[in-house]
């Protein structure tokens, strides 16, 4: 596994990924309409020119098995990432944000995450992060509101 700068074509693969209906589920942070390209790619076009935004692909023996993106809210880093589903299990997103953390010292990092998916708050723990709240959002993935647990690493 390697992280590296996004290519064009990767965007391909990226929308490809969107299209998972199992993996939008458990993100929450489905778009309203996840095969509205349109959307996607000008979402995806705000990403990429925002300086303050890092975004890598998450690069599996030359295969795009997903991406993580670290942008800034309120003046705090926020992390999020996403997986192909082919690649839950392997290690891949557990390898990608040790990298990734290796690179980017600045500190607190935030992510937030469905309290239910327990793949990503597993990673996120074991890398040290906390939780130190919670919100509730509306999620399109799920027509519904849902917890989040809002988790930092401060060293």
């Not at 596994?1 to 929308?15: C, G, I, K, N, S």
């Not at 997986?83 to 990608?96: I, K, N, P, S």
């Not at 939780?131 to 647990?149: D, H, I, P």
């Amino acid at each position: 596994m390697t992280l590296r700068e996004v290519r064009p074509e990767d965007l391909d693969a990226f929308f490809d990924h969107q299209q998972d209906e199992r993996a939008n589920i458990m993100s929450a942070f489905a778009p309203r309409n996840p095969a509205d390209r349109g959307v996607f790619d000008y979402h995806w076009n705000q990403l990429l020119s925002d300086e303050n935004t890092t975004v890598r692909t998450i690069d599996a023996d030359g295969e795009v098995a997903g991406a993580l993106i670290c942008d800034e809210h309120d003046g705090v880093a926020d992390l999020s990432f996403w997986t192909a589903q082919e690649y839950w299990g392997r290690g891949l997103t557990t390898a990608a944000v040790d990298e990734f953390l290796a690179e980017y010292t600045r500190r607190p990092v935030r992510a937030h995450v469905p309290s239910d998916n327990a793949g990503s708050i597993k990673v996120l723990t074991r890398r040290g992060f906390v939780v130190v709240g919670e919100e509730k959002v509306f999620s399109n993935a799920r027509a519904e509101v849902v917890t989040e647990q809002i988790m930092e690493l401060r060293d």
